[in-house]
């Protein structure tokens, strides 16, 4: 008698129970190929088949300090044009009204040519920032230089006319023009600093270049 009903018997004919379900049939364990994975010291990490990435260089925070200055003072550069250009615009209407200067004329023409120059500035400013930001080559750190440089000599031209047209009752206008001055000057010094000159000018040490 066999332990388990034929498949091709009457279903409807009782048959013996077969002996007790015991699991399905022992399986071998699965062990891997001799010699592989190559041993290795507990806690430690299997070997990379290939060299990390080298970690990419950050910026300085000075030279981001400085071409943020320098953003900074394009935009209040920007405004005090602007609003030098409609003073200019206004002796110019009024230079022939009584009561008013008789080098009415000559201060819309300095004012109109101020105006100009400023804005010219604004361009180098902001040329310059987005250079430090996103360039390392020598050419960024000396625009980003030579824009505040330019700034400085702005604000000397300004004290020295205010100075020389007011004397000492303009006590408020070179107030102004130092805190106008305070922006470009601390820019100059972090662009000539040395994070900036290991920037701009490579690190051989690093194995990186100046040039992207």
């Keep these: 008698m066999t332990p388990y009903p034929s498949p091709w018997s009457d279903p409807a004919t009782e048959t013996e129970p077969g002996a007790p379900y015991s699991g399905p049939p022992p399986t071998m364990p ?10 290795t010291p507990y806690g430690t990490a299997w070997p990379q088949p290939w060299p990390p990435a080298p970690a990419r260089p950050q910026r300085p925070a000075q030279v981001i300090a400085a071409a943020v ?34 080098d009415a004329a000559a201060l819309a023409a300095e004012a109109g040519v101020l105006a100009v120059v400023q804005l010219l500035s604004v361009v180098v400013l902001v040329v310059a ?27 000397g031209y ?11 009752a303009s006590g408020l206008l070179p107030f102004v023009v130092l805190c106008a001055a305070a922006a470009p000057a601390v820019a100059l010094g972090l662009s000539v600093g040395r994070p900036a000159r290991a920037w701009f000018g490579g690190d051989p040490a690093r194995g990186t270049s100046p040039h992207r």
Aim: one cysteine or more.
């Design 30 to 39: 699965h062990r891997p190929a001799p010699g592989w994975p190559p041993p």
């Design 69 to 102: 200055l320098a953003l900074v003072q394009a935009a209040g550069v920007a405004l005090a044009s602007a609003y030098l250009r409609l003073l200019g615009a206004v002796f110019s209407t009024a230079a022939d009204e009584p009561g008013f200067p008789a």
């Design 129 to 155: 920032g987005v250079l430090a930001l996103t360039s390392r080559r020598p050419l960024a750190r000396w625009a980003l230089g030579a824009a505040c440089a330019l700034q400085l000599a702005l604000a």
């Design 158 to 168: 300004w004290m020295a006319r205010l100075l020389g047209a007011f004397g000492s």
